[in-house]
């Protein structure tokens, strides 16, 4: 079978500008235009230099040499910043869409490959990956192409005056570029590591800050902080090794690359005092070849950024081509909100199976729980509802679709899924709400926030609904996080509500104020709690004692405890822990 032949760094990085092409191509002519204006001035310094040999007496003669010359600096000046211009605004729209692909990808993909993957890499890819396409977008294309073309016309026109002269000046370079191959010989590699120690350090500092308050309340902050400091200690290490590594082959370089003139001067000398080279063509020669050295020392300066590209594209593409959901894109029209599993069987990473053989029916409108020992599965049926992932093997349907065949929006749009670790977002309680229902007034918000039972305590902040609540809602309690999370669900008015732990956090006094919030606002709602607390749930239409990723038994709170020994073990354990209290 043919191996399918790879696409190059640079053709993804084409493919990802596919929208601005009309820019980056437009900032490429104006590149060129560029380099046709810088080489006018060498021309003319040549031409000078002609006329001062021949004698050449007439002031206006050199004036309008001068006069040239400075019309190609100013002309190189405009095109050349142009040409940044354009490709910096095609650049920065491209990074913006490549950023907004990736967010809704991660949408896309199973909350699965989400979970197992550390925020911190979550922010290398998507802020310090993609920066990093910046120098290559907005200054390889345009200036690239602009230092590459200087020294082959330059070459060329050496060629043309001496092809003896025209490949000594090129001697140096040829050295230099021998000595830069070789100390660049291991940068892929290198570069590989430098990725890896920098995402070790992004790991280890989300771990230490988002840690913190437990390393604080338990004095743990030697300990921690060394898992912090080496990462950080080992990144900067690396990079100082990897320059010291490079020391002497770059500065070798930096010195032959810009010698043209040790071949030039003493050859040309020769070359004239033998009478094979006229001493005007012998000094424009001279001028041209200095020119040649700038362009090149400046198109050397991308090697670092073509080194790194591979490593970078190859990182965000692994992100953009991974594993999606399995769900068709056209609408359907639900029948009602009736909820089928049929022995559905389901693996996180493919190999290790955690639900077995599991089938249930949960009839519209009526509340089921789910029940059981920690890790016995209940969180991932609820999650595979959701649409969280896809099972392994097996069906769930919705409304009497498949969920595959259900949009993922319209699967969103169905369902709220409030869990015991809601997140909040950095803004005000009412933007924290009002993410349920994005139109919705801020009378809607305030009824919401009422019903849900925390419309008391935000009234009593500073600021009111307008708090901003901080990083991850850090400037509220557990118990205020949840109820806001539970006011935010209630006001999305969605025909299924999975509650999976949703009142862990809540505290005695508030907590029958929510309950009765919720049983209000469910009635008619299809609703799925998951609950360790089993008192909430004795008035649900069905209990499913789930264990070791299957379904043990269901019925009603009366019927389970005369038939299921599990189910009375683990009511008597909850009766008994309510007594202690």
Known sequence: ???????????????????????????????????????????????????????????????????????????????ANLSTVISHAATYYTLRDLRENITEKLARVPMGTILDTPSGQYKTTIVDRVEGMEPTFAHLIPEMTAN??????????????????????????????????????????????????????????VEYIGGIEVVKAFSQSAGSYKKYSDAVNYNA???????????????????ILPSVLICVLPCGFVFWLSGSLELSTFLSIVIFSLGLVGPIIAAFTFTDDLAVLGTNVEEISQLLNAEELNHKDTPVKLADTSISLGHVYFSYDGETEVLHD??????????????????SGK???????????DVTSGSITLGGYELKDIPLDEIADQISYVSQDNYLFNRSIRENIRMGKPGATDEE??????????????????????????????????????????????????PVVILDEATAY???????????????????????????????????????????????AQGTHEKLLETFPLYRDMWQAHIGAKDQM
């Open 148 to 205: 590459v073309l200087v020294p082959i016309v330059i070459v060329v026109y050496l060629l043309i005056l001496d092809w003896r002269m025209a490949l000594l000046s090129l001697v140096t370079l040829v050295v230099g570029l021998v000595v830069m191959s070789a100390g660049m010989k291991n940068y892929p590699v290198k570069w590989e590591g430098a990725v890896k120690a920098g995402k070790q350090m992004a790991d280890a500092i």
């Open 1 to 79: 079978m043919k191996e399918e032949k790879k696409e190059s760094p640079i053709g993804v990085l084409w493919g990802w500008g596919k929208l601005y092409h009309g820019k980056f191509i437009g900032s490429i002519i104006l590149a060129v235009l560029g380099v046709a204006c810088q080489m006018v001035p060498y021309f003319c310094v040549a031409h000078i230099v002609t006329l001062m040999l021949s004698g050449e007496q007439d002031f206006s003669s050199y004036m309008t040499a001068c006069i040239v010359a400075l019309c190609g600096y100013l002309g190189k000046v405009v095109f």
């Open 379 to 389: 969180s991932t049926v609820a999650k595979l509802i959701a649409g969280y992932w």
């Open 358 to 375: 599991v089938s249930l029916t949960i009839r519209p409108g009526t509340m089921t729980a789910l029940v059981g020992p920690s890790g």
């Open 445 to 494: 918000v305030e009824q919401a926030a009422k019903q849900s039972g925390c419309d008391a305590f935000i009234r009593k902040l500073d600021n009111g609904y307008d708090t901003v609540v901080g990083s991850a809602g850090s400037h509220l309690s557990g118990g205020e996080r949840q109820r806001i999370a539970i006011a935010r669900a209630m006001l999305k008015n969605a």
């Open 237 to 255: 290490n690396y990079y100082v090794d990897w320059m010291r590594e490079n020391q002497k082959t770059m500065s070798a370089y930096n010195a």
């Open 506 to 552: 809540i505290d005695p006094e508030n907590e029958a104020l929510v309950q009765k919030a919720i049983s209000a606002l469910t009635v008619g709602k299809t609703l799925i709690v998951i609950a360790h607390r089993l008192s909430t749930i004795t008035g649900a239409d069905n209990i499913v004692v789930v264990k070791d990723g299957t379904i043990h």
